[in-house]
């Protein structure tokens, strides 16, 4: 991309959609190209199609995407896999057909195998079952992957499809319920008025946390060395199981009272830390510890909720 490229960053209002306009600014990039949900629906094929026949856009990074934890992904399945097949259908069809140079994707690790072996490669992809806690997001976002590599294969559609461990940071979802588990845990430790706290499973689960503001770091990273919609992983290194990060962000957040488990919900998949050795033997690596981007995360969160 050159300094001056026009570049569309579709879902700016969200996390990582946020961290990447951010990201994109902070390094001199002047052309950046935002809508919101009222000034473009990208679940209107019409009016995605139009704003591309107009804005002569050349390239994208898609962050628009319907997502949540857990209890979202159970109660909301049907709008998660409508809504975000919708939304990248359209944005990857009309950005080829209307001349966008590179396309960027966004899946999340949910896309893998509930048991695939770890960590986990990108060659693991549809070589098992998904995890049925979010099944819906996931094949969307396989559907997504998909749809670029047939572009590429088909039209020459130049593009790249990142893989994200479990994300944070700024500007994230923190419903105590339908938000992912880190803003959950820091609103309910925040918002607590009895003597503990009960979160879902029991603990024990293993998770990889990637700070919002890396992963835009490795999309404009990504965006550069890639092009033929390759399947490229990122992670953080950081594995940690949920009791773990229930302590860390319960001190952070400066909660001193008790964490009790719910052993009658799920705990989703048990363990499925990322083998991103595509990226790092490129030269990229994150530069937030999780402890880190949690003081970051919580003091956003204080200042803005």
């Given at each position: 991309m050159n300094k001056d490229s026009k570049i569309f960053v579709a879902g700016h209002r969200g996390?990582?959609?946020?961290?990447?306009?951010?990201?994109?600014?902070?390094?001199?990039?002047?052309?950046?190209?935002?809508?919101?949900?009222?000034?473009?629906?990208?679940?209107?094929?019409?009016?995605?199609?139009?704003?591309?026949?107009?804005?002569?856009?050349?390239?994208?990074?898609?962050?628009?995407?319907?997502?949540?934890?857990?209890?979202?992904?159970?109660?909301?399945?049907?709008?998660?896999?409508?809504?975000?097949?919708?939304?990248?259908?359209?944005?990857?069809?009309?950005?080829?057909?209307?001349?966008?140079?590179?396309?960027?994707?966004?899946?999340?690790?949910?896309?893998?195998?509930?048991?695939?072996?770890?960590?986990?490669?990108?060659?693991?992809?549809?070589?098992?079952?998904?995890?049925?806690?979010?099944?819906?997001?996931?094949?969307?976002?396989?559907?997504?992957?998909?749809?670029?590599?047939a572009y590429n294969k088909q039209y020459g559609f130049k593009g790249v499809s990142l893989i994200t461990s479990n994300l944070y940071g700024i500007g994230d979802n923190f419903h105590p319920d339908n938000g992912p588990v880190i803003p959950a845990m820091i609103t309910k430790y925040s918002n607590s008025n009895s003597k503990s706290v009960t979160f879902w499973g029991d603990g024990t689960p293993m998770r990889e946390f990637l700070y919002s503001d890396d992963l835009a770091d490795a999309c404009l990273f990504a965006m550069d060395r890639f092009e033929d919609a390759e399947l490229i992983n990122v992670g953080s290194g950081e594995n940690v199981s949920i009791e773990s990060l229930a302590s860390t962000v319960a001190d952070v957040v400066g909660y001193h009272g008790d964490i009790e488990w719910d052993t009658t919900r799920p705990n989703g998949t048990p363990k499925r830390p990322l083998d991103y050795s595509k990226m790092t033997e490129l030269g990229w690596n994150p530069k937030h510890s999780l402890h880190d981007g949690l003081k970051k995360t919580y003091q956003w969160f204080i200042l803005n909720q």
């Open positions: 996390m990582v959609g946020s961290a990447i306009v951010r990201t994109l600014q902070e390094r001199g990039y002047e052309n950046i190209v935002t809508r919101t949900r009222s000034e473009v629906d990208l679940l209107s094929q019409k009016e995605v199609e139009e704003f591309f026949v107009s804005e002569n856009i050349d390239y994208v990074f898609d962050a628009a995407a319907r997502v949540g934890g857990i209890y979202a992904n159970d109660h909301y399945s049907g709008e998660f896999i409508y809504e975000n097949i919708q939304i990248q259908t359209n944005l990857i069809h009309y950005a080829w057909k209307c001349g966008v140079k590179k396309f960027l994707f966004l899946g999340s690790v949910c896309i893998y195998p509930k048991f695939a072996e770890v960590p986990v490669k990108e060659e693991s992809l549809l070589t098992g079952y998904l995890d049925p806690t979010n099944d819906a997001y996931a094949i969307a976002k396989i559907s997504g992957i998909k749809m670029l590599q």
